[in-house]
């Protein structure tokens, strides 16, 4: 019988059996199999009277996968569980093994960094076990997650017009509407600064006497610029040579970062065509994948990609190019799992994989390619001038910057933002004396921190320690569905209900939903997976803190009342108002449940066009009770004229029927042109 393989994803069993040969068969979970039930107490799938005992369930949809991986275990000799290598594709490894009931003795865990033949082969040939210790630490952030998203969740939509509220998200929310609330407290403060225009440069006044300078208002400025001609002494000139380093491989939270300010992708999408980009590409002659795991805290990168970039630069830029492996801080919140992002093989150019990539394929390919290529190439060398320029007891101050090698950005110089500002050579001045061509005062006003982006979001999320490599897009993703917060120039600011929600958890919930508690509970999911704190513990420690706070918040939260329509009730002569139900929003009078009137929504339904078989009702869009789109006289039933494309409103002057648009073209389905 052959050896089993199962991985997560459909595409990349492809890949991965190609690899391997005859000898193993490759199937996919797609993804989770199982997840808690929404029984017991509250909903919550977990038994919080026997320690957090957890009810799992197959995810609706997912038993026919699940009957075919334990058919397929059946027939095989030896398993080996290949989900993703963190901590959530160890859990879904978990749930196959327990749900399947593979035995011990017939399974092995193995991890794929990347997906690329000698990766995989080895890994086949080096397997371990499960680790139930990341294994603990999945589950108790699952639980976590379920208890505080559903008893929250429930709160808010039972007292606010909010949707839902969860562990991390609701303290990036309030990121959010704290940074919105200073900026509407900022109180701009006005100042001036004194610009020297020269004919090849410009000078800022800085200091008075050796003393830094402040100008609070015209006046002062206009007094200073009394005092000053438009001859300047060249007091000082000074040249210094400075490395300008090269940036570390991508992680998630900087591919992410990048990705949207030079690319303009959301981290969600910039994730989907990552994780396509690592489960494998068909590239003609082979299928590879073409970056190794995009879910990464780390910067690390391996021997023999370093090797292999070293003979790259060396062969293709020489050796004054080739440079060293950065070093970069690591912080207490790094788990350091994995490699950093960066391309499989050094070889495979973005350009001679390019006719294989859609266009935002290519682009996310390539920003990962150039990063990792100029991290391994020597520090680019700047000559950083200063001038320092005297007039009447007043200093003012030149500064320059002129890249002497290029180093790392003869490849990445498109993604830095920083330009040569070239000072004239003032080794060639005969006199010490230099005449501005005009003195200029410049009115300024103080500005409140900028409002998030979601490059500076998810930046903000990794220093402060909250949320994880694997959930800063879903985090993001889920505000802005939720209509917490709306993007405004490519800003977050909250909306009101994300702002009523924030306030409402902050009432009752501040000891929970804020940056510290959220990144020490981060702190202690690490350390349950490294065996050092006891998960059941944590559990109870949290749970015996948090449920009473969401008693008393359902008996004490004050609740919004609904928003009237400014329409009467025709039944009770009541306030119609807008209330909330499975469905979304309806009308209904206030008097409930005395009066049960429900306003029937009336649907703008939009004519296009006189129908050709009756030639009395109108063609409208209509939906078939799937939900399908179809076009239809609403002279129906006595007339069951119907199409499924769009007609123009042209009648084809062959045979008199519809022209409609299909597929963008302009045809008639009648006489087929």
Known sequence: MKNLVIVESPAKSKTIEKYLGGDYKVISSKGHIRDLATTGKFGLGVDVNDDF???YVIIKGKTKDVNNIKKEVNNADMVYLATDPDREGETISWHIYDEVKIPDDKYKRVVFHEITKD????????????????????????????????????????????????????????LIVDREREIRAFVPKEYWTIEADFSSFKAILEKYHGKEIEIPNEETADEIL????????????????????????????TLQQLASTKLGFAPAKTMKIAQKLYEGVDLGSETVGLITYMRTDSVRISDTFIAETYGYIKKNYGDDYVGYVKKGKKSENVQDAHEGIRPTSINRTPESVKVYLSSDEYKLYRLIYIRALASLMKDAKTLATTVILENNGYTFKATGSVLVFDGYLKVYREYEDSEDVILPDFKNYKSDVIVADKIDKFQHF??????????????????????????????????KDRGYVILKDKKFEPTEIGEETTDKLQEFFSDIVNVK???????????????????????????????????????????????????????????????????????????????KYIKKEQKEVKEICKCPKCDKGMIVERKTKKGKIFYGCNNYPKCNYALWYKPTGDICPKCGELIVDKNRNKICLNCDE
């Open 53 to 55: 005992k957890p009810n």
């Open 119 to 174: 990766v995989v082969i080895d890994a086949i040939n080096n397997p371990g076990k499960i680790d139930m210790n990341l294994v603990k630490s999945g589950e108790t952030r699952r639980i976590l997650d379920r208890i505080i998203g559903f008893r929250l969740s429930k709160l808010m939509q039972s007292k606010t017009g909010g949707k839902s509220a969860g562990r991390v998200q609701s303290v990036a929310l309030k």
């Open 226 to 253: 009394n005092n000053l001609s438009k001859s300047f002494k060249i007091e000082s000139v000074t040249e210094k040579e400075k490395n300008k380093a090269a940036r570390e491989v991508f992680k998630t939270s």
């Open 446 to 479: 103080t500005k409140p921190a900028p409002r998030y982006t979601e490059s500076s979001l998810i930046k903000e999320m990794e220093s402060l320690g909250i949320g994880r490599p694997s959930t800063y897009a879903t985090i993001v993703a889920t505000i």
């Open 517 to 595: 508690y959220t990144a020490a509970m981060e702190h202690d999911l690490d350390e349950i997976a490294e065996a050092k704190m006891d998960n059941i513990k944590l559990l109870h420690e949290f749970y015996d803190k948090f449920e009473p706070l969401v008693e008393k918040a359902f008996k004490e939260m004050e609740k919004k009342a609904p928003e009237q329509t400014g329409e009467i009730c025709p039944e009770c002569g009541g306030n119609l108002v807008i209330r909330k139900g499975k469905y979304g929003e309806f009308v209904a009078c206030s008097n409930y449940p005395t009066c």
